[in-house]
């Protein structure tokens, strides 16, 4: 059964790059899209973006000056990189596999989630 | 980007009765729309995905239905473990995916 795993700093300073990694354990990251999702203390949840295991990715466009996401198939592991983050990027953090549906559009929708790591940004 | 707006956004309900959660969206999607359940503290649980396919391992109670732009989550019988918040998901990732803003769903 796969599994996902969050790790990294828990306080970023302003203006500072937040950098996230999720390890997928109990299965084979190729082959699938992965994600990266954020959820504002007390509020819904954002989609930040996805790669696919080739490399290939997709940012949400609020985000996309900002957000980096690479893969690196041999540890099995993708990360997250936000740059010049504010207060606003306080949030927790989750990843998750991206499951593809439909054809024309592709759709995606996430089937696994890691159980979210709290990032707060404070000087 | 498509906007799903949720309601109610907060829902009072007792063990036994009868749920239903509305997810409407800002222009057509067919059937590009998944569910979730989330509990406090803990991530995201995919319930429907489709709008009306069961995910593997999810209860029978739970049901999706809908198409286009008006979509409904029920749980036909609420149960303890049920009380917690949903969110629907739109599936076009062109330009972005998004989340409605959540339903809680709390005791009565």
């Known amino acids: 059964q796969v599994q996902l795993q969050e790790s990294g700093p828990g306080l970023v300073k302003p203006s500072e790059t937040l950098s996230l990694t999720c390890t997928v354990s109990?299965?084979?990251?190729?082959?699938?899209?992965w994600s990266w999702i954020r959820q504002p203390p007390g509020r819904g949840l954002e989609w930040i973006g996805y790669?696919?295991?080739?490399?290939?990715?997709n940012y949400n466009p609020s985000l996309k000056s900002r957000v980096t996401i690479l893969v690196d198939t041999s540890k099995n592991q993708f990360s997250l990189k936000v740059s010049s983050v504010t207060t606003a990027d306080t949030a927790v953090y989750y990843c998750a596999r991206a499951y593809v549906w439909g054809t024309l559009p592709t759709g995606y929708y996430m089937d696994v989630w890691g159980k979210g790591t709290t990032v707060t940004v404070s000087s | 980007d498509i906007q799903l707006t949720q309601s109610p956004s907060f829902l009072s309900a007792s063990v036994g009765d009868r749920v239903t959660i509305t997810c409407r969206a800002s222009q057509g999607i067919g059937s590009y729309l998944a569910w979730y359940q989330q509990k406090p503290g803990k991530a995201p649980k995919l319930l429907i995905y489709?709008?009306?396919t069961l995910q593997s391992g999810v209860p029978s109670r739970f049901s999706g239905s809908g198409s286009g732009t008006e979509f409904t989550l029920t749980i036909s019988s609420l149960q303890p473990e049920d009380f917690a918040t949903y969110y629907c998901?739109?599936?076009?990732?062109?330009?972005?995916?998004?989340f409605g803003g959540g339903t809680k769903v709390e005791i009565k």
């Open positions: 109990g299965g084979s990251i190729s082959g699938y899209y």
């Open positions: 489709a709008a009306s």
């Open positions: 790669i696919y295991f080739s490399g290939s990715t």
């Open positions: 998901q739109q599936l076009n990732s062109y330009p972005a995916l998004t």
